[in-house]
C-alpha cells in the first residue's frame, strides 16, 4: 500500500544546481500534479498532467520542468536552483475530476533547501 | 486576489467550543469544493467533501453557497486533536486543476 512516494525527502543544493524530484503513484491514477509550500502561502501549483505524455503549467511553473513518460511517475525538474526555490514539495495524484467525490492522495513530501 | 482565499487565522479556542472557517473563491466555474486538514510537518489528506446541499460527518459540517461563491466548515465539540490547519480546496470544471486556500491554523487548548 505505498500510495504516493516522493523522493528524495530532504535535499540540500547549491545554487546554479540541478535536480530532479521523483513521484510514484500506485494507485492507476491518471492525474498528477506537484505544489509547492512556502510558510503563509498555502500549496501553489507548479505543473499538472492529466495522463501519460501530457503536462501543463500551474500557477509558479517558472523555473522547474516537469516530465510524464509514464503513467506512474511524475519528475519535477529544477535545471538551476535558485535560494527562491527553497520550499517544501508535495506530489500528488488523483482520478478524474468527472468523478465529483475524487481525492488527491499526497506524498510525504520534499524539503528542499538551496543555499 | 488569490482564486482561494481563506482568513490564516490562527484561530485558539478551548476544548469544547465550536469553529468555524469560511473560504471564498473567485472562479464561478469552480466545481468540485473539499476541506483538507494538514498536521504540522506532514501531507494534507481529505477531511471531508463539500455538497450543494451540505454535508455533516460526525462534528464536521460543511457548506456551500453558490451564489456568495464561498464555503465553510464548522468544527462543534472540538477536541486537543483537531488542531491543524485547514485548507480549502476548489477544482475547476473547464480544467483538471486543484486549487487550494493557504489555509486556517486552529489551535485548540485544553
Known amino acids: 500500500n505505498a500510495g504516493v512516494t516522493q523522493t528524495p525527502k530532504f535535499r540540500v543544493l547549491k545554487t546554479g544546481q540541478s535536480m530532479t524530484l521523483l513521484c510514484a503513484q500506485d494507485m492507476n491514477h491518471e492525474y498528477m500534479y506537484w505544489y509547492r509550500q512556502d510558510p503563509g502561502m498555502g500549496l501553489r501549483l507548479i505543473h499538472y498532467s492529466v495522463g501519460e505524455g501530457t503536462t501543463a503549467k500551474g500557477e509558479v511553473p517558472d523555473g522547474y520542468n516537469v516530465s510524464r513518460l509514464k503513467k506512474q511517475n511524475f519528475l519535477l525538474g529544477l535545471e538551476s536552483a535558485a535560494p527562491s526555490q527553497t520550499s517544501v514539495y508535495f506530489c500528488?495524484?488523483?482520478?478524474?475530476?468527472?468523478?465529483?467525490?475524487?481525492?488527491?492522495?499526497f506524498g510525504q513530501g520534499t524539503r528542499l533547501t538551496v543555499v | 486576489r488569490k482564486e482561494v482565499e481563506q482568513d490564516p487565522g490562527p484561530f485558539n479556542v478551548p476544548e469544547g467550543a465550536t469553529v468555524a472557517f469560511n473560504c471564498t473563491y473567485s472562479?464561478?466555474?469552480?466545481?468540485?469544493f473539499f476541506w483538507y486538514r494538514q498536521d504540522c510537518r506532514k501531507e494534507p489528506k481529505l477531511l471531508m467533501s463539500v455538497y450543494s446541499s451540505g454535508n455533516e460527518d460526525g462534528r464536521f459540517t460543511a457548506q456551500l453557497n453558490r451564489a456568495s461563491q464561498y464555503i465553510s466548515l464548522l468544527i462543534r465539540d472540538s477536541k486537543l486533536s483537531d488542531s491543524a490547519t485547514y485548507l480549502c480546496v476548489v477544482i475547476h470544471s473547464s480544467a483538471s486543476k486543484i486549487i487550494f486556500g493557504s489555509g486556517t491554523r486552529l489551535s485548540i487548548r485544553p
Open positions: 500528488a495524484s488523483s482520478y478524474p475530476h468527472a468523478l465529483m467525490n475524487t481525492e488527491a492522495f
Open positions: 472562479n464561478s466555474a469552480s466545481q468540485s
